[in-house]
């Protein structure tokens, strides 16, 4: 059965029973009876991008038995045609219907929430156009490219009263939230300093910071629209460690490992800062890019921010994975990802939380916490300005490196302070026909 909106639900029945003055049978699946989700209650969703991460979250909403994905969306056919089928097979029918051009799918106005798992560029313009469009968004980590994008995307959900969740779903993991809540309720003492160890000594880091070309250009493949994976950058001819993952090491399209991890870890350091609504107000990084001819993202990095409260983040490419919050009297380590943690005293870890102390409550999972906030109209766990403070993070951290020099920005006003040439780097300009 195609799906059916929950406003279309009622008024379809209101048509049936007003049109016979005879009994009217209406079948228990459609009732929501025998376990079944009525369409009256479902959630309508298309996906974005379909690629790793994209098939993962496609995955994730069609196992919640209150989700029916009709649409799925992407540039590169092979990427489509799998997506397509996939969700065909899910639901034991033909309807799913497949877009290269996700303004086609936002455009029908039977699907209630996007789920955004596009390479980062294309983060913000989509979301942003989603939310124009009265669809709640789930958009993968980090919430935009630039900052730019951030603020607009920020904004406009705001102004439409859109419900959006950044993919950051190391904080919806139970044992960060208590490890968050215990320096949150002074268990270690006063926090004085948040280390975040971001290792990029994995073998697609390796291979790319030994990859120094030359990238010649190639025949662009039939299965691709290449002008619309670029979208709104700069155009460049067709190469293709360019695109499908790797695009990721490239400034133009991601912000390298500082803003794929470093998004989890960072976001984790907001949490139990206390400090979700705003940002550090002093960055300093330093770093080393490639020295080839197409990857420009940085690895072998120090930096070190100064949050307004006093309180210092301290970043490197030491392992393990994760952050380290220490206080006066101790320190907690969790560990990115699976969420382990260690304590110093150990004791910490069998501490409980009171009524009367700060409670951070628990997710029944990222994606699901996203459904619930669709329905309920409450934020979910990492609502847009979660996102939004975290990428900013993010994005000045790189553009110190880039630059060679400490930042200093004001939280409140989004603005760096007295360097109008790090201000101009918090936008870029766009490709036409697209503009923010």
Excluded at 5 to 31: C, N, Q, W, Y
Excluded at 70 to 86: P, Y
Excluded at 257 to 269: N, P, S, W
Aim: aromatic share 8%.
């Amino acid at each position: 059965m195609k799906s059916m909106r929950r406003r279309e639900f009622i008024k379809a029945v209101s048509a049936m029973s007003a049109a016979s003055a005879f009994p009217t049978i209406i079948s228990g699946t459609a009732l929501g009876l025998n376990g079944s989700t009525a369409p009256s209650n479902r959630i309508v969703m298309g996906c974005i991008g379909t690629g790793g991460r994209g098939t993962f979250n496609t995955k994730a909403f069609m196992s919640e038995p209150d989700v029916q994905v009709v649409a799925v969306c992407d540039v590169d056919r092979d990427h489509l045609e799998k997506a397509r089928l996939l969700v065909n097979e899910r639901y034991g029918n033909q309807d799913c219907k497949a877009y290269v051009d996700f303004r086609e799918l936002i455009a029908r106005d039977d699907i209630d929430a996007v789920a955004v798992n596009t390479p980062d560029h294309w983060h913000g313009l989509i979301s942003i156009a989603a939310a124009k469009a009265g669809k709640d968004i789930y958009c993968e980590k980090p919430l935009t490219n630039t900052i730019a994008e951030g603020r607009v995307l920020y904004e406009t959900v705001q102004r439409y009263g859109r419900v959006l969740q950044t993919g950051s779903h190391e904080r919806s993991r139970p044992n960060a939230r208590y490890a968050c809540e215990l320096v949150r309720n002074g268990r270690i003492g006063k926090l004085h300093t948040i280390w975040i160890n971001l290792p990029c000594n994995e073998p697609h880091h390796l291979e790319v910071i030994k990859d120094v070309g030359p990238h010649p250009p190639e025949p662009v493949p039939a299965v691709l629209n290449y002008d619309m994976w670029l979208g709104h950058t700069p155009w460049v001819p067709y190469t293709p460690k360019r695109c499908h993952f790797s695009w990721r090491f490239i400034l133009d399209y991601g912000g390298g490992e500082m803003t794929d991890r470093g998004a989890h870890v960072i976001d984790l350091a907001q949490l139990g800062n206390g400090t979700d609504g705003t940002t550090p107000i002093e960055f300093d990084a330093r770093g080393e890019a490639p020295r080839g001819d197409l990857f420009n993202a940085f690895f072998n990095y120090k930096f070190e921010c100064k949050y307004a409260n006093g309180v210092r983040m301290v970043g490197t490419t030491e392992t393990p994975r994760g952050i380290k919050f220490e206080g006066t009297d101790g320190w907690i380590f969790i560990h990115i990802h699976g969420g382990e943690l260690e304590a110093e005293p150990q004791s910490l870890l069998r501490e409980t939380v009171g009524p009367d102390e700060i409670q951070l409550g628990r997710s029944p999972g990222h994606h699901r916490d996203f459904l619930d906030a669709v329905l309920t109209r409450k934020k979910p766990f990492a609502p847009v300005e979660v996102g939004y403070h975290t990428a900013v993070i993010c994005h000045l951290l790189n553009m110190s490196m880039l630059l060679g020099r400490k930042l200093k920005w004001d939280p409140d006003q989004g603005k760096v302070i007295g360097d109008p040439t790090a201000q101009g780097l918090l936008s870029r300009a766009m490709r036409s026909p697209w503009h923010l």
